[in-house]
Nanobody, 127 residues
Framework: QVQLVESGGGLVQAGDSLRLSCAAS????????MGWFRQAPGKEREIVAA????????YYADSVKGRFTVSRDNAKNTVYLQMNSLKPEDTAVYYC????????????????????GGQGTQVTVSS
């Protein structure tokens, strides 16, 4: 049974930083690309960042480029999202997800490429 557990969310002020973590179990983590998504109230879920199984390919939404960094530690079965210079518009529930295909050579950037998702962690940025 695949489990993805996010942590690290919270309430911060604009300009602050947070690091989200997603611990995976029930799958051979190092085989799968991973992604971070977010969903704000009344809005559709959108991809924020993604990383390939090897870490050699990454993808970022334009809205977070230069501020967020996705990374992974395959030895710890964990993917991270470092979020700097946070803005109020970053407020959302953040989810991690695992690619549905092993060893995809690039960071999966479309929601329909993912099979498994976590329960999410709330990030609130006050102005």
């Amino acid at each position: 049974q695949v489990q993805l557990v996010e942590s690290g969310g919270g309430l911060v002020q604009a300009g602050d930083s947070l690091r989200l973590s997603c611990a995976a179990s029930g799958l051979t983590f190092s085989f799968y690309g991973m992604g971070w998504f977010r969903q704000a109230p009344g809005k559709e879920r959108e991809i924020v960042a993604a990383i390939s199984w090897s870490g050699g390919s990454t993808y970022y939404a334009d809205s977070v480029k230069g501020r967020f960094t996705v990374s992974r530690d395959n030895a710890k079965n964990t993917v991270y999202l470092q979020m700097n210079s946070l803005k109020p518009e970053d407020t959302a529930v953040y989810y991690c997800a695992a690619d549905g295909t092993v060893h995809r050579p690039y960071a999966p950037r479309n929601l329909n490429l993912y099979n498994y998702g976590g329960q999410g962690t709330q990030v609130t940025v006050s102005s």
